[in-house]
């Protein structure tokens, strides 16, 4: 018996039937590869691109692991890639010289990124740049002789900087500092003796010192937060140009006490676009409009509007590759919004002819491409055409715009993400996402058509059992659609009942689905512990849409709430769901909506709420997303404020029973701390049984980006708490 048992495994392993494959563990994280970084090359043969991995530290103990990213070759061939840098400083933002004979990439040098060039014909990379400030974001020249790049610029830095600042004086803009008028106090003479008992003068002299001996932060600005820390002074971003050539020097590009993003060159090399704020004038946290400008690039400073508009913010400037017709994104500068692509003719140093695409969801990457957009007459090989990713339904399609009609083609479907891409004449490349693969490189043509698997850096997820989504929807009290998906169990046990989990967004305009890179292992993780996996797009996410993203608009609880809890009540119908058991958690927006619901509604044995918002008028105070508030509802101050109150969990903190695990990061300041600090002590004073996790340096990013043992940390918690109520071996007892 025992030999034919032993047959039959060996016949059903050769033709395929044995299950040899394992379930997703939470250490699995440790093995995820991330493509991204895609460059095509000029002639559309090859392409680079980056990998990020997740490394074991050899000097760190107890034991740590680095994030590594390296840059990758591919000559489009199904496994034709192979790295071109390594070891323990990353490199990215890799772009190829017009010729394609070199690269441009960016790696830290003692703490500092710097500009390299690498020559693909042989020979080692040099450094390009040796500047006092770091060196990102690098753009050849048309001709290939010179490099534009950014370089960020600290106050202090600014003031001391005579190309940048040639007076050495303060901005025009006013520091607000109360009591001085016209920032005469930056001009105090710095000769000045610190002394605690002397004149006034050295009094101040004394403070300041303090402050530059990081023994005070002395605050004026509005935008105060950063992501883990406050930021007293602003800091700047400024455009460079530089020879491309050992030894050259760089040479600015803009000056002021102003930042300029995005600098693109103009096809015939006399300068370039860039987007900085419309008002200089006006205190850079102050102004919310952003302009798109011509910058000359031979260092005289020359500036002239390309873009602008009181009320509205321009970025993303693309010029086509005869620089006769500019692309561009604008949007509203306040509320509820996202940009629209917009089309117009450059004049050289403007634009006219503004015409705005009609396509109702938030576009980004924009990209131009030479192929020609449609037809095979006379006139394609001078026509073009603009590629572009948008989240929608569910996915991350790539879509191609025609400029010349405004249509605009979506070319990859909604159960997948395309998380970066490039486009050169018809050739393609793109990373993607999708259930089977968290994330690899392929290769199509201009439709999207044909695509080739390049990579196999996540192939072992083919070893893994994995959870298929199911997509359902719902029509909400509204009218509107809302999709959501069900999970099962990695194995469902026949006359087994499993627990049920309800997992909600953020944003709360970010939007979830198949195509969702950032959840991958999360859900896949959760479902091979036994759990089903709801969740849900409910009003106000984006990728439907600016009407469903505006339809929380006073509304952050009572609507979302219902149209994530109708997915849930929808999937507790399955068969395989034990209704007795079901659990929910989220994470910052999400956190809030975990609150809200468990203050509102008993069905939930266990919850988790991450990094959240819990009291919106302290939210204001707080944390740097605190725009939000505003944007949403009103300010604290105004006429109809109670909307806050109406609005904010904390409100109703006494409804609370349900176990409830509170977890944020001890440096995540864009929601704040406090939040979970006031619901946690508030619960613990009303005997609810209520458990608080701080994650010592951590940010809103821990999720994503943050330290891996703490992303493990977290992913573990969320399952130990739910065991500890809808448990095989559950002690856990809800408080009354």
């Known amino acids: 018996m025992l030999k034919r048992t032993t047959f039959l495994i060996l016949l059903a392993t050769q033709f395929g039937y044995a299950q040899t494959k394992s379930k997703v563990l939470v250490t699995d994280l440790l093995r995820l590869k991330q493509v991204g970084g895609i460059e095509l090359s000029p002639d559309g043969k090859r392409a680079v691109y980056t990998l990020t991995t997740i490394e074991p530290n050899p000097d760190a103990k107890p034991e740590e692991y680095d994030y590594h990213t390296h840059i990758y070759l591919t000559n489009l061939k199904a496994g034709d890639t192979k790295a071109l ?24 040098l003692k703490g500092k990124s710097q500009i390299f060039i690498m020559p693909l014909n042989g020979g080692e990379a040099w450094q390009l740049t040796n500047g006092k400030y770091s060196a990102s974001n690098p753009v050849w020249s048309p001709d290939g002789k010179q490099i534009a790049f950014s370089s960020n610029v600290t106050m202090a830095e600014m003031m001391g900087d005579s190309i940048l600042n040639p007076s050495k004086g303060g901005p025009a803009w006013s520091l607000e500092k109360p009591g001085f008028a016209n920032n005469n106090f ?7 003796k610190a002394n605690p008992d002397g004149s006034l003068a050295e009094i101040r002299a004394y403070l300041q010192k303090d402050v530059e001996d990081k023994k005070a932060k002395v605050i004026n600005r509005l935008n105060f937060q950063g992501e883990f820390t406050t930021e007293p002074d602003p800091s700047f971003t400024h455009l460079y140009v530089i020879s491309v050539q050992e030894g050259a020097k760089a040479k600015a590009l803009t000056r002021g006490f102003t930042s300029f993003q995005a600098g693109n060159w103009l096809p015939d090399g006399k300068g370039l676009l860039a987007v900085t704020d419309r008002d200089s004038l006006k205190h850079p946290d102050r102004e919310q409009d952003n302009a798109i400008v011509f910058i000359a690039a031979d260092g005289s400073g020359k500036r002239s509007t390309v873009l602008a508009e009181e009320g509205k913010s321009y970025g993303s400037p693309e010029l086509s590759p005869d620089g006769k017709q500019l692309a561009f994104q604008v949007s509203p500068s306040q509320g509820v919004n996202f940009a629209q692509v917009g089309l117009a003719t450059f004049t050289g140093t403007g634009a006219s002819g503004m015409q705005l695409v009609t396509f109702d969801r938030a576009a980004s990457n924009v990209t131009w491409t030479s192929a020609p957009a449609s037809g095979k007459g006379k006139k394609a090989s001078t026509a073009y055409a603009i590629y572009f990713t948008a989240s929608a339904n569910g996915g991350v399609p790539l879509y191609r715009l025609d400029p010349a009609t405004r249509q605009v083609t979506q070319l990859t479907d909604f159960t997948s993400g395309v998380t970066a891409f490039d486009v050169v004449g018809d050739q393609v490349v793109f990373a993607k996402t999708e259930v089977a693969n968290p994330s690899e490189l392929y290769a199509a043509n201009a439709q999207a058509k044909g695509q080739i698997k390049l990579t196999n850096h996540n192939d072992w997820v083919a070893q893994r059992q994995l959870s298929l989504p199911e997509k359902r929807t719902y029509k909400n009290s509204i009218g509107q659609t809302v999709d959501y998906w069900i999970m099962k169990p990695t194995v469902v046990e026949s006359n087994k009942k499993h627990p049920l989990l309800l997992n909600m967004h953020g944003g709360p305009t970010a939007m979830w689905g198949p195509g969702e890179a950032s959840m991958w292992h999360e859900f896949q993780y959760m479902a091979s512990q036994g759990y089903g996996i709801v969740y849900a797009n409910p009003r106000g996410s984006g990728g439907y849409g600016i009407n469903f993203q505006r339809a929380n608009i006073k509304d952050w609880g009572t609507g979302p709430a219902e149209d994530v809890l109708a997915a849930a009540t929808n999937a507790a119908k399955e068969a395989w769901v034990d ?28 919850a988790f709420a991450q990094r959240g918002v819990y009291d919106l008028t302290t939210f204001m105070g707080e944390a740097n997303a605190w725009r939000l508030v505003p944007n949403y509802f009103v300010y604290p101050w105004d006429a109809d404020a109670k909307v806050l109150d109406a609005n904010s969990p ?5 409804n609370i029973k349900t176990p409830l695990l509170i977890k944020h990061g001890e440096n995540d300041l864009r929601t704040g701390v406090a939040q979970s600090e006031m619901l946690y002590k508030s619960l613990k004073i009303l005997n609810r049984p209520v458990e608080y996790v701080r994650m010592p340096g951590a940010t809103h990013e821990l999720s994503r980006t943050g330290n891996v043992r703490q992303r493990i940390d977290r992913l573990l918690r969320i399952y130990e708490f739910f065991e500890r109520y809808v448990g095989p071996d559950a002690q856990g007892v809800t408080q009354k």
Do not use: C, M
Not at 96 to 106: E, N, T
């Open 650 to 654: 904390y409100s109703f903190v006494q």
């Open 186 to 192: 930056v001009k105090a003479d710095k000769k000045t």
């Open 579 to 606: 209704t007795s058991r079901q659990v929910i958690t989220g994470g910052s927006y999400a956190g809030y909506l975990t609150a809200w619901i468990v203050g509102h509604d008993n069905r939930f044995k266990a």
């Open 85 to 108: 840098t390594h070891g323990a400083e990353s490199a990215r933002q890799a772009v190829w010289s017009p010729d394609g004979q070199h690269l441009a990439f960016v790696r830290s």
